[in-house]
Every structure is written in C-alpha cells, then in structure tokens.
C-alpha cells in the first residue's frame, strides 16, 4: 500500500511540520488544503512549499479545494485559475473540485447538468496547464453529486479521462450506499473510520471521522481490497475531519498504529484468498 497524507488529519501541524510528520511515517506524498484553519503553505511561496515536500522525498499529490465547483459563475472560474496556477508554481499533480453540499442543486437532470457545465469549462484549463483535477462526490443525501456513475457518465460524455479523475472516498462511499467501483477512473482513495457504534449510516459527519482500527464501520479494509483486486494502484490517503483526531498528542505513533493496521488486516485476507486459491483450509 501507498499511503498518503492529507493536511486535514492533522491541521494543527505548521505546514513544515506537516511534511515531517508524512515523511517520518514513510507516505509516499501528501495533499495540502486551503480551506483549514491557516494560510496554504502557511504563508510560504508555492514554490518553496514545492520544494521542501520533493527535498522531503514525498510526492505534492495534491492541491484542495475549489467548492462549490458545479455551481459555476465568474467566481468559480477565477478560483480554479488561482488554484491551478498555485498547483503548477508548487509542482503538484492535481487539484481538488468540491461539489454543492447545501442541499440545493439536487433535482434529477439539473444536477448532472451542472456538473456537465462546469467541467467542460474547466477542462480547457486543465488541458493547457497539463494537470488532473479530482472530483469528489460527497455521500451525503444534500450533495449535489453523489453518484460515481453519474460523474464518470460526464468524463465519458467530455471524453476528459486523462484530465479528470474521480475521488474514492471510503467514508462518502458508504454514505452513498455504496455502489460501482471505476478503478480506472480513480486518481486518489481517501480513507478515515467511523467507530461510534450509535450513529446511523444516515447521521454520520465530518465530524465522526477518526482513524481506522478494528473497530471501524465503513467497511474501509473490504473497500480498499475490492480497489486494489480490481486494478487500483495508486495513494491511500488519510483525511480525517474529528477534533478528536485533530486533537491527537503524538500523531505519528497513532496513525503509524493505524497504518500498520491496515496492512496487517490486508496482509491477512490476501493470505488467506492465496490458501483458499490452493485448496488448503484456513
């Protein structure tokens, strides 16, 4: 597994400090954010933000966020401008498109619409700057676009693969009741757990996503196995949004923890599907 960090699972970290932390647990790259609680880069230039990651040995995975990306007016275009002009001067591979998640935008035919119209406008850009803008569909019932299907429907529709990639989150899969998996299609998974074991499917939040262990609700081991089996070979990238995590006093030994429960747990099915394959018991 190639994982990843995401500045949202650890915001109170300087951006300096940030890198440390991803490089010391051994991920392969990192997504910084513009929409948490200081500055991107805290204040640093792209480009020297660019260069401390790579001089870190870690990967600029990605640039976030633009929201909301499908509601597209003046505004939005400039911010994808701006973003994509930082993600270039920074060295990142993508930038992040966030979609309405305030209950409007919803009705059938005029939420695929939107979508339609804001990547055709944005996909000149991304062609010309050479670069790859992911986009999340949010399980909750007030996104605007939950449905995978219906965002690959629009890639295909722009004929936009190579510029367009989608996010497999594990936390807004579940919320979106699950559904087809596009391997080929996904640029990124974002992983985080939920353990409260009095939440609804349907009452779960940001707020609720903590790091994965054994206690875990999403299924998180069951969806990334079925990716990787299916031809996914890209980052697993840690985004948790609970002040709980947030409030985390050695991070690096509790998502290390974390981690090595994860490749523990995949490490075990593999063998045992290998067994099975063979004809032994397991």
Not at 50 to 71: A, C, E, H, I, M
Not at 82 to 99: F, H, R, V
Request: glycine letters at 8%; aromatic letters at 6%; a negative charge.
């Amino acid at each position: 597994m190639q994982f990843a960090l995401n500045h949202m699972t650890t915001p109170q970290l300087a951006f300096a400090d940030f890198v440390a932390l991803s490089s010391r647990l051994g991920c392969v790259g990192i997504e910084a954010r513009n929409d948490i609680a200081r500055p991107l880069f805290d204040g640093m230039s792209a480009a020297d933000a660019g260069k401390l990651v790579s001089d870190s040995g870690l990967r600029l995975v990605g640039l976030s966020q633009v929201y909301p990306f499908n509601t597209w007016d003046a505004e939005r275009e400039a911010a994808v401008r701006s973003l994509i002009d930082m993600a270039k001067q920074a060295g990142a591979e993508t930038i992040s498109l966030i979609p309405r998640n305030d209950g409007t935008g919803l009705a059938d035919g005029e939420r695929q619409q939107n979508v339609r119209v804001a990547m055709k406008a944005i996909l000149p850009m991304l062609q010309d700057a050479d670069i790859v803008a992911l986009v999340e569909p949010l399980g909750f019932l007030r996104s605007s676009l939950r449905s995978k299907a219906e965002l690959v429907d629009v890639i295909a529709d722009l004929d936009s693969a190579a510029q367009f990639k989608l996010v497999h989150d594990t936390f807004h899969h579940t919320l979106a009741d699950g559904g087809p998996i596009f391997p080929e299609h996904t640029g990124i998974v974002h992983i985080s757990g939920v353990v409260d074991p009095s939440l609804a499917v349907d009452q779960m939040e940001d707020e609720h996503r903590v790091l994965i262990d054994q206690n875990d609700r999403l299924g998180n081991i069951d969806q990334i196995q079925a990716l990787i089996e299916a031809g996914y070979n890209g980052l697993i990238s840690y985004e948790c949004f609970s002040p709980e995590t947030h409030a985390m006093k050695d991070p690096y030994s509790e998502i290390k923890r974390s981690f090595e429960f994860m490749t523990n747990r995949l490490g075990r099915q593999a063998a045992v599907r290998v067994a099975r394959h063979k004809g032994r018991k397991v």
